[in-house]
């Protein structure tokens, strides 16, 4: 290894953690994935910061959370004058490319600031719309099985660009950065990962709790998309084709590492793969994601780090936040953040995964009601979810979730909160919040948000301003006045 690393980054969309074989799920089939688990380490206790794609990619690249900068929707941004970890390496000499175009992270100008080369090699020929069957399909995201007819889709053309890269990588450290929409939906795959998993055998989604103690969307999201009449085996049919569009994915990912190889970088690299957020699939009767939705299933990461000359097969349980990334890839490449941020580098776990880390990982999202012009306006077929966000905004309202090894506690501005006890309850589905039994429980997640709100609320920027500038005044004879 030398001593500053490459990178490849790989960033899957709306990927849970339970539909990735190394992280314990016994139905899908995600050998690649699960090579790279064994070569390096497997965090089971990631957490994303927020649930949502654009504002979970802007906490993760600054290091802040969500709250810290305002990052709380699809439409702010990162800016020119914000910090993030692709153009801190670029800053740093190293060679930055991002192989692909989604372009929903940074600001106008910022990619350009950020990167050496962005974009295809290989060009898509084709999108992810298209028609729906028939029924209540639509409103599952579900458009199954499509034609191989030899067009590629925009992760396929991201994949050839990164294969074709790596067939002339630059001189000198670099960092290959390749974001993918699968397995976000709409859910639907090719031949031959299509037919790859049995209906029969996948499981049935996790169905719903006790619905005095959920928050309203549930119940708004179940009777707006009439889940309530979608069959068993339909759920199962969704889940299996999310299944298949995993095995995609994960045969996608084999390939880059191949290429990885077959460059002779292999020793030189560090490889990274997460998540931005997960994906209902069923679970409580929902489908797809909730700016405000805290589950286990949309918030936790399967994010593995392998390479760097660390121990191969390594498994932490410790409770890791995504924003963890950018420390851990700045002291891998010698390079000193010049921003303050919220990240504890995971380079301590990688060499024990035993030593200490967090206490608690946070994730939070929503709006208040005041912010409902700026919701988004989605059409078809988010059309539904976005007509709840207009028609009723406290559904969608503030919501901090804190979590340990044991417990889920979630603060909601406008609903009851919620307590979760996951050693007994792993799918979050009895709310415990309130019961005079787990009160000491209560109170201290709670104390614990007040003081997370209170130590990251915002950040002093590293640059300071003169205590008492210059100021131009007007010359005298102009006929301006000063005061």
């Known amino acids: 290894m030398t001593s500053r690393p490459n990178f490849l980054v790989l960033m899957p969309d709306q990927l849970r953690a339970d539909a990735v074989g190394a992280f314990g799920n016994p139905h899908v089939d995600t050998p690649h994935i699960d090579a790279l688990a064994a070569r390096g380490t497997r965090f089971t206790n990631a957490f994303v910061q927020h649930p949502v794609c654009s504002p979970s990619r802007a906490s993760l690249l600054t290091g802040w959370y969500p709250h810290t900068a305002g990052h709380r ?37 910022v990619t350009e600031q950020s990167v050496h080369e962005y974009g295809f090699s290989t ?63 709409p859910f639907q795959v090719e031949e031959p990962w299509f037919s790859r998993f049995d209906r029969a055998t996948v499981p049935n989604p996790a169905a719903p709790g006790d619905p005095s103690g959920e928050p309203g969307y549930m119940r708004a999201v179940r009777d707006r998309y009439g889940t309530g009449e979608v069959t068993p085996e339909q759920w199962r049919e969704v889940v299996a084709t999310y299944y298949g569009m995993v095995a995609r994915l994960d045969d996608q990912l084999g390939r880059i590492t191949r290429a990885v190889e077959a460059a002779g970088a292999a020793e030189d690299t560090v490889t990274l793969f997460f998540a931005d957020h997960g994906e209902y699939l069923g679970d409580y009767g929902l489908i797809e994601k909730w700016p405000s939705a805290m589950h286990d299933c949309v918030t936790r990461d399967p994010l593995v780090i392998s390479g760097g000359g660390f121990t191969g097969g390594q498994v932490s349980d410790a409770m890791v936040e995504m924003i963890d990334v950018l420390p851990t890839v700045l002291e891998l490449a010698g390079v000193e953040a010049p921003h303050r941020h919220f990240g504890r580098s995971l380079t301590p776990l990688l060499r024990d995964p035993d030593a200490p880390h967090r206490t608690y990982a946070f994730t939070e999202g929503g709006f208040t009601v005041e912010e409902e012009p700026q919701m988004e306006r989605p059409g078809f077929p988010y059309d539904r979810k976005g007509a709840i966000q207009h028609e009723r905004p406290e559904l969608v309202g503030k919501a901090i979730a804190v979590r340990d090894r044991e417990w889920t ?35 201290r997640l709670r104390d614990a948000v007040l003081r997370w709100l209170v130590e990251t609320t915002d950040v002093i920027p590293a640059v300071p301003d003169p205590r008492l500038p210059q100021v131009a005044l007007p010359a005298p004879g102009t006929g301006v006045r000063a005061c």
Do not use: M
């Open 409 to 443: 506690y979630v603060w909601r501005l406008y609903e009851q909160p919620e307590l979760y006890d996951r050693t007994k309850d792993p799918r979050e589905r009895t709310n415990l919040a309130g019961a005079p039994a787990y009160a000491d429980t209560e109170r």
């Open 123 to 185: 060009l898509p020929t084709t999108g992810y719309g298209g028609d729906y069957p028939d029924g209540v399909w639509s409103r599952l995201f579900y458009r199954g099985r499509v034609p191989d007819d030899g067009r590629i889709d925009p992760d396929e053309a991201a994949v050839r660009t990164a294969e074709g890269w790596l067939a002339h990588p630059p001189e000198g450290p670099w960092v290959l950065f390749v974001p993918l929409v699968a397995p976000h939906c």
């Open 73 to 109: 929707t699809l439409t702010h941004l990162l800016k020119e004058h914000e910090p993030n970890l692709l153009r801190l390496l670029k800053e740093a000499g190293y060679h930055v490319t991002w192989a692909g175009a989604r372009g929903d992270t940074f600001a106008p100008g």
